[in-house]
């Protein structure tokens, strides 16, 4: 096992007048599990190509545990990776493709054979070792995948998207096992998903990017708590935190007609009167009286245990119940009876969980 540092890492692909990945510096400890995540083209796939050696780096270094890596081939980085697609032989065994790296490395017959009946058994491929790929299933294959990396013994697991191409509940299975797998063998693992609810729920830290800018990093329940900016605020989170323009005004400030409080010291650190704040779908209550944020509902989902209501501010519903523009407001409640479709209703919310951004700096200050 060993750490894993970005030191100024920065990759700018021929022909392009930006860098792919920015000035990267992140600090993964032995034994960690890092997430990378962001949207499409943010650089976290690009990030990991790098610590893997198949993407070069223009600038800055790359370290596992006290050697700098940054020039060094893939083989000798002592890093295993499971891709996306998987990249099995499909004229292999199981068994032989899990074996195939260290029968590339010499080792002997009778070690490799204990290391992959290990492998599968940890993870219950013991009764697939001699099938070839074309003959299981999308999770099967997955596993076989994680059974070559685990084999090697490596320093680092470098994770490329590798639940994508399953099906939704093969996926929430799957990343329960990984997560699990992790934890036993205690090997450092760099995981790259653009799926913010993967990250989440499997991630010891979660590495927020955008744009190739490492935007923050921190515990899951840290970036859901307490983001530090609005794209992190909007990122993390599902369904996202809700963002509304407001006004500030003596006491707070103001959305549609009624005024949040919000701390005098907070409000003075925002650079003009127009702030945005941020609430999460689950901290809004329905209000019984005519105080609260006005909302026009223009859709209704139950799923049983809960009720998520979209609709638009007051004075703003028209094109969203027309279905020509995007619901500005997402709350989830628990009412067994929730309103319909059209209703006017006051949402209250707990000024202590609400979230101030600057407006212009898109940075919070709450």
């Known amino acids: 096992m060993a750490t894993v540092s970005f030191r100024g890492a920065t990759r700018i692909y021929p022909g392009s ?54 020039d060094l081939p893939p083989k000798d980085r002592d890093i295993a990776m499971v891709f996306q697609n998987y990249a099995l032989y499909p004229h292999m065994t199981v068994a032989d493709n899990m074996g195939f790296a260290l029968k590339m490395q010499g080792v002997a017959k009778d070690e490799r054979d204990r290391r992959v009946r290990e492998a599968a058994e940890l993870l219950g491929l013991q009764e697939l070792l001699a099938r070839k790929p074309k003959n299981l299933s999308g999770g099967q294959r997955q596993r076989v995948a994680m059974g070559r990396a685990i084999v090697r013994n490596p320093q680092v697991f470098l994770m490329d998207e590798p639940l994508s191409n399953l099906d939704a509940k093969l996926r929430v299975q799957t990343r329960t096992q990984i997560a699990a797998l992790q934890t036993r063998l205690g090997v450092t693992t760099v995981y790259v998903t653009h799926d913010q609810v993967e990250a989440m729920t499997m991630g010891d830290r979660v590495a927020v990017m955008k744009d190739g800018l490492l935007q923050q990093v921190d515990s899951p329940l840290v970036l859901y708590d307490s983001p530090g900016n609005l794209f992190v605020a909007g990122f993390i989170g599902s369904p996202a935190m809700n963002l509304l323009d407001a006004t500030v005004v003596d006491g707070g400030v103001q959305v549609t007609d009624h005024v949040i409080p919000v701390a005098r010291e907070v409000l003075q650190r925002a650079s003009s009167d127009k702030v945005v704040i941020g609430i999460r779908p689950e901290s809004f ?23 998520y209501l979209y609709g638009a501010l007051k004075g703003h519903a028209t094109d969203v119940l027309k279905g020509t523009a995007e619901p500005e407001i997402v709350a989830r409640v628990t009412t067994r009876t929730p309103p319909a479709r059209g209703e006017l209703v006051r949402l209250r919310v707990d000024p202590a969980i609400v979230h101030v951004f600057d407006k212009q700096t898109g940075e919070r200050i709450s």
Do not use: Y
């Not at 000035?23 to 499409?40: A, C, K």
């Not at 976290?44 to 940054?70: C, F, H, P, Q």
């Not at 509902?297 to 009720?307: C, L, M, N, P, Q």
């Open 285 to 307: 209550e329905l209000s019984g009286e005519q105080t609260g944020i006005a909302m026009e509902i223009a859709a209704v989902e139950e799923t049983g245990a809960d009720s």
């Open 17 to 70: 007048d930006h860098p792919a990945v920015n000035q990267l510096n992140l600090e993964i400890g032995d034994g960690e599990f890092m997430v990378l995540v962001g949207p499409s083209g943010c650089g976290k796939s690009t990030s990991l190509r790098m610590l893997a050696g198949l993407e070069e780096v223009n600038a800055g270094s790359i370290w596992i545990g006290d050697r700098d890596v940054t």
